[in-house]
């Protein structure tokens, strides 16, 4: 009998039968989207798994109670503001209970005490609020920015012995100005030293210079995700606070780091003026701080110092080949480095046509000015991968040819170039030489293993090659690595859960991600649908997604899709056409 160690929650819907009795269909609509919209989405997002769903509420498990509380306390504080300006009978409100402790798997199930006590809290929970056992309260005191009162002992149903409550004081729900969709989650306290580095500060008054300042980030986040000993937040999530007077104490909080690198660039002519400055996100204080005057062409001299400085203060061990991986540097050439920012800038605001053609004609410049450097090819190669899947200006050979051409001329260079791995893993996949994809994916993980999108694309790969039990722990660690994670990574979520059979999972992912972007993921979702045998949940999905994208075709879909086993992508091929879909 397998045994394990898990925080239990348990919500449910306060007076659900006397909501359906008075409007059946409006209730369960209702429902239905605060599932859809909130509930699910929170859950997942804290890395919780769905273990059981009844008709009005649900059981789900997670690996750290706080984790548990932070969901909870994010649903009920959703649930306040998507109740707000409803007719009191049309108010949803639910109960939540809490409970770690040890549990019995019975196959998709949990048994046991631990299971059965989060669901009598649930049942003494105030309406609106949330319940938590003694356990639970000293594992998240001062980690969850909530207040708990202490209830007494409660002596709760078919429960041998009472049991200490804790209750969520509702004005921590109420009080608070939050919106309908859930934020991500903060992520606790990891056991590596942790770091975000937040945009530095253009300070020079010409707009065309934040690409510099924004240049000097990257590359310090790039190199400090090369370092096995240090967790650094990804620029996607560190980014969301460009612009913003920030709360350094708050955004730690927010990403779950204990430390944030802030800074400022002010560029006139050829000199340079960088301040730096490290804070512990707990108490406030200045661990360290510098400023560099240098002319512009130290730029890269300074990145290294100031690498090197960070990994000292926060007490980061480097192995001989980490020492190695610390000095390099996107190019030599301030111009081609410009360049490269200005490009990679637009390739993240969307994978599209236009801006891949864009960013591929200012990388073409930059390369005029630094043929050798590994980054610019690396990135270059990209743009020819995604014309190679999808096709949109050369012949998939000549496109293969090209980003292979560029990937190599990176790997030349620096043969643990993560990026020039991932474009070979990539350009393998598309060939179908999967030995090789995997291979160089796998290789890109373990020189950047603190890289969010490396971790992200390698989950993508394993998957389509066959490997999706490997692939679930990295999509999971590119989440943790960026708290604010594109949407994207929630179909790559949802697919690795699919693809080793923990449907629910999948499904809440695919409707966090269309939640996100508008109905990306609703063809996941439909073959989802089809797999656990839900017909019309996958035709009425069908229906909405032709309603968002009009020239879909499932050939056309077939064209971008590749998977080791080819009899895999016919059945998929087939769920579609089966849902209605063109």
């Not at 590359?219 to 370092?227: Q, V």
């Not at 062409?297 to 190695?324: R, Y």
Request: glycine share 8%; proline share 4%; aromatic share 6%.
């Amino acid at each position: 009998m397998e045994r394990r160690l898990a925080a239990i929650l348990a919500l449910d819907v306060v007076g659900f039968s006397r909501m359906t009795s008075q409007n059946e269909e409006g209730t369960l609509a209702a429902l239905k989207a605060h599932r859809r919209d909130l509930i699910d989405p929170t859950l997942l997002a804290a890395r919780g798994r769905i273990i059981k769903s009844t008709g009005d509420g649900l059981l789900a498990e997670f690996s750290s109670s706080v984790g548990a509380v932070r969901s909870a306390v994010m649903i009920q504080q959703g649930m306040t503001a998507r109740n707000a300006g409803l007719a009191p009978d049309q108010r949803m409100t639910l109960r939540i209970g809490i409970h770690v402790g040890d549990v019995v798997v019975d196959d998709a199930d949990l048994l046991g005490d631990g299971v059965n006590i989060a669901a009598r809290l649930e049942g003494v929970s105030a309406p609106g609020g949330v319940a938590i056992s003694e356990d639970v309260w000293r594992q998240v005191q001062g980690k969850v920015g909530a207040a708990f009162a202490d209830a007494g002992e409660i002596q709760l149903k078919n429960i041998g012995r009472p049991v200490r409550v804790f209750q969520l004081e509702i004005a921590e729900v109420s009080a608070l100005d939050v919106p309908a969709q859930p934020a991500n989650l903060a992520v606790p306290m990891p056991e590596l030293p942790s770091l975000a580095v937040l945009p530095f500060q253009n300070m020079s008054g010409d707009p065309d210079q934040e690409f510099f300042a924004d240049g000097l980030v990257e590359d310090i986040i790039t190199t400090l995700s090369k370092l096995t000993g240090l967790r650094v937040i990804a620029r996607n999530s560190s980014f969301v606070y460009k612009g913003q007077s920030v709360d350094v104490r708050e955004a730690g909080k927010q990403l779950g780091v204990r430390h944030v690198l802030e800074g400022s660039v002010r560029r006139a002519g050829n000199r340079i003026r960088i301040t730096c400055q490290l804070i512990d996100t707990r108490t406030g204080d200045h661990v360290w701080a510098e400023r560099y005057d240098r002319s512009v062409d130290d730029i890269f001299a300074v990145q290294d110092e100031i690498t090197l400085v960070l990994a000292t203060e926060m007490q980061v061990k480097l192995t001989e080949g980490e020492q190695a991986r610390r000095h390099y540097t996107t190019s030599t050439n301030v111009e081609a480095w410009t360049l490269w920012m200005q490009a990679l800038s637009l390739y993240r605001t969307a994978v599209s046509k236009d801006n891949c053609s864009r960013a591929l004609a200012i990388l073409r410049k930059a390369l005029q000015l630094d043929p050798d450097a590994p980054a610019l090819n690396a990135m270059a190669g990209l743009m020819h991968a995604a014309d190679a899947r999808f096709g949109w200006w050369d012949d998939r050979p000549t496109a293969i040819a090209k980003g292979k051409e560029l990937a190599g001329r990176a790997l030349a260079v620096d043969p643990e170039n993560p990026d020039a791995h991932v474009d070979f893993a990539m350009l393998g996949m598309i060939e179908g030489d999967w030995e090789a994809a995997i291979a160089h994916v796998r290789k890109a993980t373990e020189c950047s293993p603190g890289a969010a999108d490396a971790a992200m694309m390698a989950s993508f790969i394993l998957c389509c090659a066959g490997h999706p039990q490997e692939a679930v722990p990295l999509i999971e660690r590119a989440m943790q690595l960026s708290p604010h994670y594109p949407a994207n990574y929630l179909g790559h979520l949802g697919n690795a859960y699919r693809l080793t059979g923990r449907f629910d999972e999948a499904i809440a992912a695919f409707k966090a991600f269309d939640a996100r972007s508008a109905g990306f993921g609703l063809t996941d979702l439909v073959i989802a649908y089809r797999q656990t045998e839900r017909p019309e949940l996958a035709r009425q999905t069908a229906e909405r997604f032709l309603g968002l994208r009009p020239t879909f075709t499932v050939a056309g879909w077939r064209n971008t899709q590749f998977r080791r086993n080819q009899a895999q992508l016919d059945a998929e091929v087939g769920m579609l056409q089966a849902a209605g879909l063109p």
